[in-house]
């Protein structure tokens, strides 16, 4: 009988002669711990830098259009509601386009379907500065949202590839240090190039989505060389550590394969997505209704207009934001409670935010920053529950299904909150709105079912020596 998902050959090989012996022969012949350990650490040096980096650009290119916010309303006259709506409609094409370009990854490989993730939507990007009015706005978020759909979901499945469970929610936790480093460093950036003196006859902003995209492109080109598929294909590893590693990955797989969905299309059925899909998306409604909206928030604490000042302060919330996004993980991974502590970390966000509109603007900064920070490092502890849960092929349609559907949220933020303003009649209601929600979210995971894989005893103490 056919497996009911399709393994690598290289993998199907290693995992093969991990599992010769017997149990009891199993120390004469199995790659050793130290081997294990010595090819993550090897992995972690190596990756984490260069997909944090992709990540920071991903975010920021995404993202940077709130910065440049007032700007192109003065020299364009896009108005409030064209920008919300704008700022939503990446996430439809990007939603759309999620599934199939996970599969293709899983197919052909990271380093070549990354490469060519970053290099479209950097093009797409730069296109940006060619906005002339809210159809052109529209139709260039489109096709950002089609180029740059996968490239998360991707990330997702590729950490999958390289590092075990033990360690998987502390290394989503570094990879989403490129949201707040994208601020952080990001903010700055796009508020002097905002306030720099125009040249050749473009607007700042013209330049700033410019020079932003143009990273993009580089980077993607860099990463075709840069980025190995999988551990069988690394040369800085020794074939030791090649296959303890890849030996340790296989029998994780058949191990979730026991509990994973068989196919594809048992995906849209399986009422574990379902919860997975729902609450990522409130997750990203609240994220993206604070992202959007961050530089205008700074902008009325301050009473200045956005620019180089706004774009340092703004990064103070980032800066909170860093330190738990590493903190938050750990904590979760050792102490094994991730869907808890995700939820107390989103319900004190909702709390924060919750609060923001009601206090004065020196502790509105803090406020701002513990909402951010929250929502930050919830996510990273989201993403080990439905790694644990999914397997082989349904964990690449599976993570695609999850981030796409769930990334609407990212549509609905901004348009909700233009909504709830507009229909209570003031510029608070959306802001309370969408603090709701994140308190909403935060039962919903406690009340969720624990999704995380439980291996046998046996094999549980020997992955937590």
Same mark, same amino acid.
């Given at each position: ?6 393994e690598p ?7 093969q ?10 120390? @004469? ?19 984490i830098?260069?997909?944090? @980096? !992709? ?7 995404? %993202?940077? =259009? &709130?910065?440049?916010?007032?700007? !192109? ?26 599934? #199939? ?20 939507? &950097?093009? %797409?990007s730069?296109?940006? !500065? ?14 950002? &949202? ?16 390289w590092? #075990?469970?033990?360690v ?8 989403y ?24 006859? @473009? ?12 990273a ?5 080109? $860099?990463? *075709? ?17 090649? /296959? ?8 994780? /797989? ?8 068989? /196919?594809? =299309? ?13 609450? *990522? %998306? ?5 994220? *993206? ?10 902008s ?14 703004s990064?103070?919330? $980032? ?10 993980? $750990? @904590? ?22 919750l609060?923001?509109?009601?206090v ?10 513990i909402?951010?920070?929250g ?12 790694t ?11 993570? %695609?299904?999850?981030?796409?559907l ?11 909150k233009?909504?709830?303003d ?17 308190i ?26």
């Open positions: 009988m056919a497996s009911k998902d399709a050959a290289d993998a199907v090989k290693l995992r002669n991990a599992d010769v012996t017997s149990p009891g022969d199993s120390s @004469l012949f199995s790659p050793s711990e130290d081997a294990q350990d010595r090819a993550v650490a090897k992995a972690r040096r190596r990756l830098p260069f997909l944090l @980096l !992709m990540y920071v650009i991903s975010f920021l290119d995404r %993202a940077n =259009i &709130g910065f440049a916010k007032q700007a !192109m309303q003065a020299s364009v006259g896009i108005s409030e509601h064209a920008f919300a709506m704008a700022a939503g409609l990446f996430f439809i094409t990007y939603a759309v386009f999620e599934l #199939p370009s996970n599969l293709i990854l899983h197919r052909v490989g990271a380093r070549i379907w990354m490469a060519r993730i970053m290099v479209t939507w &950097g093009v %797409a730069m296109a940006t !500065m060619f906005v002339t009015g809210s159809a052109s706005f529209y139709l260039l978020r489109l096709l950002l &949202g089609a180029a740059e759909a996968g490239f998360f979901p991707g990330v997702i499945l590729y950490l999958t590839y590092f #075990p469970r033990k998987r929610g502390e290394i989503v936790g570094l990879i240090f490129g949201a707040p480093l994208a601020f952080i460093l990001g903010g700055p950036i796009s508020g002097l190039l905002l306030q720099m003196h125009p040249h050749f006859g @473009l607007w700042n902003w013209q330049w700033m989505f410019l020079m932003e995209g143009f993009a492109v580089a980077v993607g080109f $860099w990463s *075709y060389w840069f980025l190995d598929s999988r551990p069988t294909d690394a040369r800085w590893l020794s074939a030791e550590e090649k /296959q303890a590693l890849a030996g340790l990955l296989a029998r994780e /797989q058949e191990e979730q394969r026991a509990h994973s969905p068989a /196919q594809i =299309i048992s995906l849209f059925a399986d009422l574990r997505i379902a919860e997975f899909v729902l609450i *990522y %998306a409130l997750i990203q409604v609240s994220v *993206y209704g604070a992202v959007f909206y961050l530089p205008s928030e700074v009325a604490i301050l009473h200045r207009p956005t620019g180089i000042a706004v774009g340092v302060v990064a103070i919330p $980032w800066l909170c934001a860093l330190v738990a996004a590493f903190c938050v993980p $750990w @904590l979760a991974d050792k102490l094994r409670k991730h869907r808890q502590l995700a939820s107390a970390t989103l319900f004190i966000s909702g709390c924060a935010s609060a923001l509109p009601m004065p603007p020196y502790l509105g900064l803090a406020a701002l920053s909402a951010i920070s929502l930050i490092a919830a996510q990273p502890i989201f993403w080990t529950l439905p644990n849960y999914l397997a082989g092929r349904t964990a690449a349609g599976g993570l %695609a299904i999850i981030n796409a769930g990334s609407v949220g990212g549509f609905v933020a901004p348009n909700v233009v909504w709830a507009q229909f209570f009649g003031s510029q608070r209601a959306g802001t309370f709105l969408l603090a709701a929600i994140t909403l979210n935060a039962g919903l995971i406690a009340i969720t079912g624990d999704s995380n894989y439980r291996a046998s005893p046996k094999r549980n103490r020997g992955e937590n020596k």
